[in-house]
């Protein structure tokens, strides 16, 4: 073979070599096009990438019934208010809570089930911010907690929706893994918002997902069309085809979720300072118990108070109402308002056996007047519905009899 026909072999030879480095070059540019168009940017932490998307919302837009600088408004009453809550951030600035989410491959917590999204909302001066840390494989952990941490530790208290039973302890767990190599784990504040929105309107909606409680008590309807149970399979075609496009509305729904935090967050914190004006009855009721068991007797009785004169007719809100003040009450050795109280409840069916059993209680152990007493719990017995109901009248009863 002559020398100009082995130039001529190697030359074909050479293109089609340098061919698919060209496609590749071309791959990556259309790649990175459609990050960016996702606001999303690739960073590197220990040879591996993390992918982080920065989304900005002027204070002014409006999100649900309200703007963010309304909700922001609304969270600041905190600083005003004297009384002790689960949720007051009065000692936390504005700008310092971190409203906190991830997504997961999962809801176990067995060892396949691996967080690959986690992302927060917070307050700047003239903004909301939203920023997500993606996984885009199971190897790259180190850097997708690298960056995450980095970005939270000025921050200090975190607002999640059962974050404090799912997403923390999870995400504590996988720290754990790494901490060899990435940035200490803060020590946050928690406030749980799944556990505050049960208890204020568990009687009232159908459920108190998150999705339930957007359309029910915050005006937000979700246009996008990825429900949570079809987020981790758009995550693993992503892992597998690593397309920004299979993963774009997976970033919207997770914003989405953090963004409605702040609209719960403040949707609550109304209910909890302006319940003369903005509450239900039922509502007015379930708090009043909420400030009860947190030591707040005053407003927990000024609430039972007000519900008791609003409600007209002697119904079951009524009777529980009158309970829980008697119970107030007989902290407080105001025993005779106390066993107004109870009598008042001993009315209706629900709350029979319980003033029952509170009647021959107090009239045993504070009044020693022990007919009263055993009548009472006579009474309890003949309201007891169930077993164990039974055996507490029952043993009231003979201690009363040796009495």
Known sequence: MSLKAKLKRIEVHMKQ?????????????????????????????????????????????????????????????WDNQSFSHPLSSRSVPINKLIFFDTETTGLSAGAGTQMFLLGFACFEEHEVVVRQYL?????AESALYHFFLKDVGQLEHLVSFNGKAFDWPRLKTRHAYLRETVPQLPQFGHFDLLHSARRLWKNELP??????????????????????????????????????????????????????????????TETVIKWEERTSLNERLELAKWHQL??????????????????????????????????????????????????????????????????ALMYEHYLKDFAKACTYANQALSFATVEKERLQALKRIHRLKRK
């Open 135 to 139: 996984l885009p494989s199971p190897d």
């Open 294 to 359: 947190n030591g707040e007797l005053e407003m927990a009785t000024t609430m039972l108070t007000s519900s008791i004169h609003h409600l007209q007719e002697q119904g079951s809100a009524k009777a529980e109402a009158y309970f829980y003040r008697g119970y107030i009450f007989k902290k407080k050795k105001l025993y005779k308002q106390a066993i107004e109280d109870f009598k008042e409840a001993l009315k209706v069916d629900t709350f029979r056996f319980k003033s029952a059993i509170e009647l």
């Open 207 to 268: 459920s108190c997902k998150l999705s339930i409680l957007e359309e029910e008590k915050l005006g937000i309807r979700r246009d996008e069309n990825t429900p949570s149970h079809l987020v981790p399979l758009f995550y693993f075609d992503f892992v597998r085809e690593q397309d920004p496009a299979l993963i774009a509305s997976v970033f919207e729904h997770h914003e989405q979720d953090v963004l409605s935090l702040i609209a719960l967050y403040a949707q609550i």
């Open 17 to 77: 070599e340098t061919k698919p480095v060209i496609e590749q070059h071309e791959a990556n540019h259309s790649t990175s096009k459609s990050w960016a168009s996702l606001a999303t940017v690739a960073h590197t932490f220990d040879e591996h990438v993390c992918y982080i998307r920065e989304v900005r919302h002027s204070l002014d837009t409006q999100y649900g019934f309200k703007t963010f600088r309304t909700y922001r408004d609304d969270l600041m009453q």
